[in-house]
């Protein structure tokens, strides 16, 4: 009896230190600029190519795991595009003639800048009162990306794949393809501030602004999509600028589980 306890407790000791070392965050992924990432990405790719037998090299990999990577059984959402729980992700791709009904210019918000963006008119509210305490609090937010279309997307992945010098593997870990993405919802968007001159990206971390909405956005139903060091859950490289929303009353229950969105969302859908 006392074997079997044994046992157990050393199976399920060695199940936790597995899944210790699966979230565990990564050192290497944080805060740095977007041309440095670029520039490791491009130097991991080419010394493990240099590093690799001929034969690995030209056959492509089909059973690989890597966190950046598609699966090979893609699925259809489980739920429609208008639910605010919806999973979009790796696995689960929106139809691509989904599209928002009641899609509204993004400034209805009083955000400073975003006039060029759309947002589901049913986020506004929350969006307007986000703003408003964040600018009591000395923030000065702006939106940089909004809603975007199937096609919209399809033309942005293609921009990356461009960028990176047709590297797909560079482009997967930070953009997705189309019918992937979460700014198909109309519900997610992209925040910059003043501070960085409203652009978007990285250098966004660590800014005032970012620090608020980490602090804050829940209370208004916003939630980050791809926190750091959770790579291997989400699929994405951290964008500490990237909000999704959900309603307060989910982001509420989204933050008191401990789980991040993706998790959430995966027990949900
Ligand atoms: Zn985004």
């Not at 199940?15 to 600029?33: A, Y």
């Not at 520039?39 to 493990?48: D, P």
């Not at 966190?67 to 893609?74: H, Q, T, V």
Request: glycine letters at 6%; hydrophobic letters at 30%.
């Amino acid at each position: 009896m006392k074997n079997i306890l044994n046992i157990l407790v050393s199976f399920f000791a060695s199940l936790l230190t597995f899944f210790n070392v699966l979230d565990l965050p990564q050192d290497e992924d944080i805060e740095k600029s977007d041309e440095v990432v670029v520039n490791e990405l491009l130097n991991t790719e080419e010394s493990s190519i240099e590093d690799l037998e001929p034969e690995e090299v030209v056959a492509p990999s089909t059973s690989s795991s890597n966190w950046w990577e598609y699966p090979s059984d893609i699925q259809e959402c489980t739920r429609d595009g208008n639910n605010l729980l919806v999973l979009v992700n790796k696995k689960y791709q929106l139809p691509s003639t989904y599209k928002p009904t009641d899609l509204v210019k993004a400034s209805n918000s009083g955000i400073r800048k975003g006039e060029n963006y759309y947002l589901r008119s049913i986020i506004i509210d929350d969006l307007r009162d986000l703003i408003t305490d964040s600018k009591n609090d000395g923030i000065d937010l702006s939106i940089v990306s909004g809603y975007r279309s199937y096609n919209t997307q399809e033309s942005t992945y293609n921009y990356w794949i461009s960028y990176y010098n047709n590297c797909v593997s560079c482009t997967d870990k930070v953009s997705a393809r189309a019918g992937h993405s979460q700014h198909q919802l109309g519900t997610t968007l992209d925040f910059s501030s003043n501070e960085i001159g409203d652009a978007l990206g990285s250098q966004f971390g660590g800014t005032k602004a970012s620090n608020w909405l980490v602090e804050n956005a829940y209370k208004y139903g916003f939630v980050i999509g791809y926190p750091q060091g959770y790579e291997s859950t989400t699929g994405y490289s951290y964008e500490s600028w990237h909000y999704r929303y959900i309603g307060k009353s989910n982001a509420l229950e989204q933050r008191s589980s401990g789980m991040i969105l993706e998790m959430y969302l995966r027990s949900k859908n």
